[in-house]
């Protein structure tokens, strides 16, 4: 089973970029379907994007199209998420979790998951 490690953590102007990673331990990093996931206060947590073990397959939330690119690579075992265009609504503590299986939006199907990284977007 992997262990996950998010960082990137940042405080951003609106409209500004940041780039999360997740390093993944373990051999067996390509059979894991990776998410990025978010959390707000007072808000349940959601997948914003979502990248197959193959890394053919992808999916992002409606509110990242455009804006947030998710990619992986296997020869590092990282999985990157790059966010621009941040808007207040961003601010969230986002969480690199891993599944065995296909893309699922649901926080409970993924088995693994990082500790967590804040991304603060100022108006």
């Known amino acids: 089973q992997v262990q996950l490690v998010e960082s990137g953590e940042g405080l951003v102007q609106a409209g500004g970029s940041l780039r999360l990673s997740c390093a993944a331990s373990?051999?067996?990093?390509?059979?894991?379907?990776m998410g990025w996931f978010r959390q707000a206060p007072g808000k349940d947590r959601e997948l914003v994007a979502a990248i197959s073990g193959g890394g053919s397959r992808t999916y992002y939330a409606d509110s990242a199209k455009g804006r947030l690119t998710i990619s992986r690579d296997s020869a590092k075992n990282t999985v990157l998420l790059h966010m621009s265009n941040l808007k207040p609504d961003d601010v969230a503590v986002y969480y690199c979790a891993a599944r065995v299986g296909l893309i699922s939006a649901r926080p409970q199907e993924y088995d693994v998951w990082g500790q967590g990284t804040q991304v603060t977007v100022s108006s």
């Open positions: 373990g051999r067996t990093f390509s059979r894991y379907t």
